[in-house]
Each structure stands twice: as C-alpha cells, then as structure tokens.
C-alpha cells in the first residue's frame, strides 16, 4: 500500500463525512455527526472487512474467490438458521443459541469454500466458474430452505416464523472514560467524551473484525505459514521443489478464507438485525473484492477501502436521517436509490485503477500441475 | 565404462541403478545406470528429450522411478517427494529458476525451512547464515535484496545459496549455463570448482559440448532414454561426443560462402519501444540489414531482443523511430501489411506466435496468404489448393508427419519449427526475421535450419538473426550487433571479434570503457 491510495482513501472518507456534516449540523452539533458516522462506518465495514480477508487469504494461496457472496450468503442463512434450532428446539439459552449461530455460520462458509477448493484445487475447474457456482447455489438453497422450513405447510415450524433468540450486545470498551477526570467539572467536556465514546461501542464481530485485520496482516509477512501462503500463490512449482505441499496449503488458506466470509455472513443475521430474508447479502461479497483489489491484496489495505465502502453506506443511513433539514439544492441526497449507488460507483471508479495499479499474485487463479 | 579402482578420495555418494520411468508414449529413462562420486563435476550430456531431467526429476522426488533404485550414501533411499531428497542433501538448481521474484533472497532461501522465533520468522537468523554461506564458498548475495530485479547471474546464486542453506553435499545443476553470458558462466565454473574442492559433488547437466569438456571430471552422455557412455573429457573431443548424443556423424560448423551484400533491405532509425509494462526497453536503436547478408543479433536474454523483434514484425507498436523495408515505410503498420511487404518471420515462441496448435498442418501452411488466391477464391477457401501446397512443403521442407491432417501441436519441436520455416521461406520475401530459430531444438533441426537460413542469405535475401546462443550467432552471421538494455552497444564483422570481445559486451563492459 503506497501513500497514494492512503491518502485517496483519506479524502473520499473526508468528503463523505463532509457532506454529513454540512447536512446535519443544523439538526446535531458536529463532532456527535462525525462520531456516529465513524461508529456506522465501522460497523457496515465489518462484513466488507471480512469478505476481503476471506479474499486475502484464498487469492495470496493461489484461489481466485469470487464465491466470497455466496460464502457469506449461505453462512448467514446457517447462522441464523442455527441459532434458531437451538433456541427453539434444543432450549438452549439465547446467549448460548447466538453463539452457536456463530459457529454455525462459520462452519457453513468454511464448508462452501471447502467445495471451491475441491473444484478449483481438485478437479481444476475454472475458477471463475467453480466461484459462480457457490454463488447461484447459495441463492437458490437458501430461498429453497427458508421458503421449505418457514412458511411451507408441515414444515418445521408450522409456517410461521419463530422468533429468533436475538442479536449479538454490544461491548461497551472504556477507552474514553480513562479521560473523564480530565474533564473535572466541565459538562461541555463530558458530553463530548461520550460523544467520541460511541466510536468504541462496537458488537462483537465489528472488534474482532478489526483485531482479524491486524493478526492476518502479521500472520501473512512474519510467520512460516504467512511465507509459504504467499509462495504457493506466487510460484506453487518453486514452494513444491522446496517440499512445500502446494495442494495442502491451498486448501487449508481457501477453507480459513470461506471462515471469514461465514463470519462476515454472521454479522448480518446475528450481529446486525436477528432475521434472514433472501439474497440479503445484496452484493456486498463482490464490494469485499474490489476492496481486496485496491487493498493490493494485503489485509490492511483491504480493511482501508472496506472502510471507504462503510463510509458511503453510513452516507445513505444518515441521509435518511437527516431527510428532513437537506437543504433544498442538495434535494437530490433525498432520493435514497441515488445516494445508495455510491457505494456501487465507488467499486467501479476504484476498479478502473485510476489510483495506480495493483498487482495480484502472479499465480492467482492458475491450477497448479506438476 | 572405464572404471578406475575406487579409491577413498573416489567413494560413491550417489548411484542410479537400473532407472526405469514410462511416460505415456514415451520411454523416457530405460534402464540406467548412473553414478557420483565425491567432489566431482560429473557432467550429464544429451539432447532435448534424451532423458536427462528425467533422471534427475526422479533423484530429486519430483517423480518416482517404475523400476531401479537409487542409492545415496551406500544406502537404498526412497525419495518420493523433494522433502526426501532435501533430507539425504540432494540439492537441485532448476533451468528455470525456482524462485520467487517478489521475495527477498533471504525469505527466498529460507521458504520451506524457515528458522522461527515465538511463531514468527527469525530473518535476522536466516541473513546471518547467508552471509556465513556467502563468505564460505565466495557467492557474493545481499540477503535483502529483492530477487525480481537482480541479474540471472545472481538469482542463480541465490538457488545455489538455497541449497547449502539445506546443507546439501550432492548438487544438480541443470542447463545452468542456458541464461548466462559467457563471462558469467566462467564464474559459474569457478564457483562449481570452489565448491567441489570443499567436498560437494556436482551432477552438471547440459547439452553444450565445451562446457563439459571445460569442466567436468566425468562426462556421461545419454540418448532416448539411454545411458550411451561414461567418459573422461581428456579421452574424447568434441565430434565424438557430438556423435554420441546424435547416433550419427554431425557436422558442428556451418558451412557457407563469402556473403555478397547488396542493396539494403531493412533500415531501422532511432527505434524505441516500450513493453506491456510501459516500460522502455529498447531506446534509439539503429541498424540496417542489406540483402545476402546476415545480421546477428547477440545478447543475454531480456535486453530488449523481443520487443525489438516484436516492433520490426508489427506485433507492437513502436513509440519513436522509423522502420523501412525496402524503403517502404512501415513504422507501426499492422503484420499483414508487413508481412505482405516481404517479411518472413520466424517468431520466438513457436507455439504461441508460430502455429495455431490446434490446427491441422494444412492450414497451419497457409496461415500468410489464405486469403489471397489460389487459397481463396472470392472469399472462399479453397481446401484442395491447401492440399497441394501443404503436401509439396512438407516434402520440400522434410517435415516428418503421418499425414499433413495432423494437428500442429502434435509434432516435435523440431517439426513445428520446420512447418513455420517452410511456410515463412517458400514466399517471395526480401526479408528474415529469425528470433531464436532453434532454441529447443535437436542437432539434426538446428542443422537443417541453420542451412535453410544461409540459402536465404545466398539467394540475396537479408537475414535479421536474434539468438541468444552466441555459437548460432558466430556460426551464421556476416555482422554482429551486440544489444545490451534496450541498446546496440556494439556492431562489428564477425571477421574481427572473438566470442570473449562479444560475451564482454554482452555483459554491458561497453558502456563502461568505450
């Protein structure tokens, strides 16, 4: 990651917040905009951040992942599905059903990626196709399964709907209450600390997400399995004259990669709202690629442009907020479907490699024969 | 074989006995028997396909043998995978070089025995060795450089530092002379000689016969397959090794008249190129080739040879200068128009630029000129005008085939070579861009290749020659241009230089002391 793309990446969150601001600020005095909008961006980043490791960590091995969205799809189904099973049917605790949707969801996207890597590692298959493949068939078996188990007649929950046990709570992390003595008696400054305090108020998957980011990054450029990661990605036939087992590690970085997408999956029926509909991933597996790309396949990288995509979603969430005080030659931020493209625009604008090329691993996607 | 009695200094560290590897249509190590002695060069010689790598593909685990075994030490060891023969300190330098390039040296070196401290890499560690390694046996490598952008010279250090990292005492070298300058490979001699005085043992494969007689201590030569000898380099020459590898008599030197040059042909003025990177690899570049002449082009591997052959041909467009065939313009113009202006053109890359793989010979034949008649009558392909044409060529041309429906990619190396050189010469052209005619190619091809391009040369046609094998350059060429990073350093008659002078300039000394 040169400066170039840090610093692109810096001004498009900076005019996006901008525009909040300038919105906003007759309704909420600024610095609450500007923290509530970092606490969103960092969250609707979240299964962009992970969808982008989950691409990190397939496409450094060699894989090309663009199953990531229906990883993601189908673990969010699982997840939920899960979570559900073991309130409902087993009695468990709803603390203890969500975290079984957890493992459920992860374990589902660990299992899908473990299909593309018998296709693509296997039996060779085009990538491309192997990745389409997950992709429609997570469409069409969670619609199947969510119309077959909820609303068919005899079907396990009698047609209706059961309540889910609930989404994950959100971690209260005390970093700006360590400065509330600073304030001493001034309430001006109290109010603004917890104003910046909503920043860390994250759910459990948007902090390990971020932890994710960091620990990938380590695990890629300083530790064995980082380096032989990287080699079977870049010249598998040079890592397999050293010994290294080319398919193994392959499958294994392709599995760890459809683990993130399950937990990116996760995040959207556990950690955002408690229910499924089909097709909610909405296209946020193929952003979490064009992340990775203008991330240069790196996990921070990645993170930074996911980071970007979180901001243009918290655009349209605070337009909706805000609807009410947009001022009348602005008019056009209240059209919702105009202000939703952003992020869409943004991956074409980004993908078109304005900011300087990116190089993939130069055995991306290349079936390794011996 | 001549086997001398075997004295401590002479114990057997490696042996092949009774090697034995099917591979679908061919026999490619029938029953062989091989052995290494400690702290000898023995060398490996054979063509294209005679079964050397194989062998060693089978030493070092990367296949297993069907039948034989291998005996390292004095004890039958059973390799089947690399982290075997790592094991019993076999090392391998591969032809094409196995590293990666956006690693460092170290991070090269160490993949796949990586020293680790608290779950990270210790590269302090692993630099240190390298060094220790480097100063032991004289291969000067900086641990953290980048491989990428280092010269092959070094990059073939860094394999060989790979596999003393690995401790290993038995070393394959294979064609490792393929990539280098003359003055490179002289230091790779050094380097081989240094390390077999510190008791490792070198298995040297090639297929150039002065290199073997240069270096080795033993030299065995293998043919289809076979094992044909083992012998001393003090009790053989060249012709007899020649015709060993072949199976019959050779002749090594090209035979041809003084050239009559006349008008000129092929003008280039001030060429620059830039490749799919955008980057400039050939700068203000130029020469002119006139007709019953053959122009060399000499140089290392990389320096711009491609391009420049790429932007002559019309496969690339040139960012600066002119190109003239015959004092027709055509700078830039698409290949049809050049190819339709004289040029015949003999691509680097057979199979990618040569010949549609999965065409039958026929059509592969008439690739130049399908659309004109007699092959195309208004817009319609004429399938027994093909006929003709493919069958007189393949009997002018000695292309050996079942039948002329045959699939290009289903020929040898040699075969497709001499449908490309058959298409391309049997026209009406001025010109021949030759770039790496025979690379890959058995004696016998490269023979009557080398033959076909100096009746070219005799019937006043210009000859552009780009090769890397600078004995293919001596041998054929009337002058020699020397291209090193994008320029001609040098042109000179072939009459007035020695292949030292042009290894020198090969390596860029031009620059320095013109």
């Known amino acids: ?55 990190v960590f397939c496409e450094r091995a060699g894989v090309v992942n663009i199953g990531i969205e229906g990883m993601m799809l189908t673990a969010a ?45 296997t039996f060779k298959v085009d990538q491309i196709i192997g990745g389409t493949v997950i992709n ?87 530790t064995r399995w980082g380096l ?24 294994a970085n392709v599995i760890i990669g459809g683990m993130f997408a399950g937990l990116a999956g996760a995040y959207f029926t556990i950690e955002s709202v408690p229910s499924f509909e089909p097709l909610l991933t909405n296209g946020r597996g193929f952003i979490s690629l064009a992340a990775m790309i203008f991330g240069n396949w790196t996990p921070i990288g990645a993170w930074a442009a996911a980071l970007v995509f979180g901001a243009s979603q918290a655009l349209l969430i605070n337009m909706q907020i805000f609807r009410d005080v947009i001022p009348p030659q602005w008019s056009f931020l209240q059209e919702s479907y105009i202000v939703g493209l952003t992020p869409y625009i943004l991956t074409m604008f980004i993908l078109t490699g304005i900011i300087g090329k990116t190089t993939p691993p130069a055995a991306d996607g290349v079936p390794y024969e011996k | 074989m001549s086997e001398n009695t075997t004295t401590p200094q002479e114990e057997i560290v490696l042996e092949a006995r009774g090697i034995t590897k099917q591979f679908p249509g061919v026999l490619a190590s029938d029953n062989v028997n091989f052995d290494l002695r400690k702290g000898e060069i023995h060398a490996l010689l054979g063509e294209n396909g005679a079964g050397k790598s194989t062998l060693m593909n089978l030493i070092y685990g990367l296949h297993l043998p069907d039948k034989g075994e291998i005996i390292v030490n004095g004890k039958v060891a059973t390799i089947h995978s690399p982290n075997d023969s790592i094991a019993l300190g076999i090392g391998m330098v591969h032809q094409h070089f196995m590293l990666i390039p956006v690693f460092t040296v170290a ?25 220790e390694i480097s100063k032991q046996y004289g291969l000067d490598v900086d641990p953290n450089a980048l491989v990428g952008p280092l010269p092959v010279g070094i990059q073939q250090r860094v394999e060989i530092v790979k596999t003393l990292y690995r401790h290993a005492k038995i070393v394959i070298l294979d064609e490792p002379t393929a990539v280098l300058t003359p003055q490179e490979a002289e230091d790779l001699f050094r380097i081989m000689r240094d390390l077999t005085a510190r008791g490792v043992s070198i298995i040297f494969i090639t297929h150039k ?80 080739v006139r007709g019953g002449e053959v122009l060399g082009i000499a140089g290392v591997q990389g320096n711009g040879q491609t391009e420049l052959s790429e932007a002559l041909t019309g496969l690339r467009s040139p960012t600066g200068g002119k190109v003239t065939i015959d ?48 092959f195309s009558q208004r817009g319609v392909i004429q399938p027994k005008a093909l006929d003709e044409n493919a069958r007189k060529l393949i009997d002018a041309y000695d292309v050996r085939t079942p039948s002329p429906f045959v699939s290009a990619g289903k020929l040898s190396g040699g075969n497709q070579q001499k449908v ?95």
């Open chain 2, 327 to 374: 004092g027709n313009d055509l700078t830039g113009k698409p290949p049809r128009k050049i190819t339709e202006a004289g040029l015949a053109h003999i691509p680097e890359d057979r199979q990618r630029h040569g010949l549609v793989l999965s065409y039958s010979i026929i059509d592969n034949m008439a690739l130049c000129d399908y659309y004109h008649p007699p």
């Open chain 2, 209 to 288: 016969l002065k290199e073997v007689l240069a270096v080795a201590d033993r030299i065995t030569v293998m043919r289809a397959g076979r094992v044909i000898n083992t012998v001393k380099p003090s009790e053989t020459d060249s012709a007899q090794l020649a015709n060993m590898m072949v199976g019959r008599q050779v002749i090594l030197t090209v035979d041809k008249k003084d050239h009559q040059a006349a008008e000129e042909i092929l003008k280039v003025e001030g060429l620059t190129v830039r490749d799919q990177r955008d980057l400039e690899t050939v700068h203000n570049v130029s020469f002119s």
């Open chain 1, 77 to 121: 189904f699982f997840g939920w599905l899960g979570g559900i099973y073991m309130f409902h049917l087993f009695g468990l605790p709803a603390g203890v059903s969500i975290a079984f949707g957890v493992f459920f969801a992860i374990l589902t996207g660990g299992l899908m990626a473990l299909l593309h890597a018998v296709l693509s590692i």
């Open chain 1, 228 to 251: 032989r990661t990287r080699a079977v990605g870049e010249h598998p036939k040079a890592a397999d004259t050293v010994g290294i087992n080319v398919v193994k590690m392959r499958y």
């Open chain 1, 1 to 55: 990651m040169d400066w170039k793309r840090f610093s692109f990446i810096g001004l498009i969150i900076v005019v996006l917040f901008g525009v909040v601001v300038m919105v906003g600020q007759v309704k909420q005095p600024p610095l609450l905009i500007i923290t509530s909008m970092l606490a969103t961006t960092i969250a609707v980043a979240t299964p962009l951040t992970l969808g982008a490791l989950s691409g």
């Open chain 1, 136 to 222: 429609i068939l997570a469409v069409g078996l969670t619609g199947f399964l969510n119309r077959q188990l909820f609303f068919g007649k005899g079907s396990v929950f009698g047609g209706t709907v059961p309540g889910s046990p609930g989404v994950l709570p959100t971690i209260h992390v005390p970093i700006t209450e360590l400065f509330n003595s600073v304030c001493g008696a001034s309430a001006n400054c109290l109010q603004n600390v917890q104003a910046i305090n909503r920043v860390f108020d994250q759910k459990p998957i948007a902090i390990s997400a971020i932890l994710l980011v960091f620990i990938s990054h380590y695990v890629l450029f300083n």
């Open chain 2, 420 to 514: 490309i050189v058959a298409r391309e010469l049997s026209r009406p052209v001025k010109l021949v861009i030759a770039n790496q005619p025979t690379r890959g190619l058995d004696v016998g091809s490269i023979e009557y290749i080398h033959s076909e391009i100096i009746k070219m040369r005799d019937r006043g046609v210009a000859v552009l020659l780009i090769s890397a094998e600078l004995d293919e350059i001596m041998a054929l060429s009337d002058r020699i241009a020397v291209m090193y990073r994008g320029q001609i350093v040098a042109v000179v008659d072939v009459k007035d230089t020695t292949r030292e002078q042009l290894g020198l300039w090969m390596a860029g000394a031009h620059a320095e002391t013109a």
């Open chain 2, 107 to 131: 991070e090269n070196v160490m993949l796949g025995d990586e020293t680790v401290k608290n779950g990270s890499l210790d590269r302090n560690a692993v630099t240190a060795r390298i060094n």
